[in-house]
């Protein structure tokens, strides 16, 4: 396949994995791995992971929040990355996390970096499919957030996040999240760290 005939069917597929490469070219698996080492010579595929391409005329359109779950399904966008989307940070990170009810790993390319955190299945929820990408909810972003870095949490920690709360955030869903939690430690942590930054909503009946 050319390249002016591969450019016109990245706007179908803009991240290439072997199915997808099978739906272009019609080849058998072992000649589509020696197009592939071809075109990544030519002009470049980026390697997400085995049999996951992102070709260099497309990086430009996409973002690691869709990207995230095409190396680890099922997973969401959460913590940091989640919270600079709903502009309740003002950093943007370089890392983009997420949780996964599989094990924790990491994924380190030429130009992004992943980081898959696990979460027990039970808690696996509380995200929404916006267009191409999972992400968890506002409440749960930074929940979670304050669940996998518990160890570190303090009321300093929280200070430097300088946080900002969209109008459609609930502070009466964020402690329903973390009631949910059933752990008295955590509970106790949050109290003395976060709850005290929340909108007045939480108090509300």
Request: glycine share 0%; aromatic share 16%.
């Amino acid at each position: 396949m050319k390249r002016r005939e591969a450019t016109k069917r990245m706007q179908a597929y803009p991240v290439w994995t072997h199915h997808t490469l099978a739906l272009m070219t019609g080849d058998t698996p072992h000649y589509i791995a020696r197009q592939v080492t071809e075109w990544r010579k030519k002009w470049r595929l980026i390697k997400l992971k085995r049999w996951v391409y992102v070709p260099s005329d497309t990086m430009q359109f996409l973002d690691t929040m869709t990207l995230s779950r095409w190396l680890v399904d099922p997973s969401y966008v959460s913590c940091e990355r989640a919270m600079h989307f709903y502009g309740m940070i003002p950093e943007s990170v370089h890392i983009t996390t997420c949780v996964t009810p599989k094990k924790t790993q990491q994924y380190d390319t030429s130009v992004w970096e992943f980081s898959y955190r696990y979460l027990a299945s039970k808690y696996y929820r509380w995200w929404e499919q916006i267009d191409q990408i999972y992400i968890a909810t506002p409440e749960k972003a930074l929940l979670d957030y304050c669940w996998l870095y518990q160890e570190s949490l303090h009321d300093k920690s929280i200070e430097s996040l300088r946080l900002h709360f969209p109008t459609e955030f609930s502070s009466q869903r964020f402690l329903q999240y973390m009631q949910r939690r059933n752990k008295k430690s955590f509970s106790k942590k949050l109290s003395l760290s976060i709850i005290p930054y929340l909108p007045d909503d939480w108090s509300t009946s």
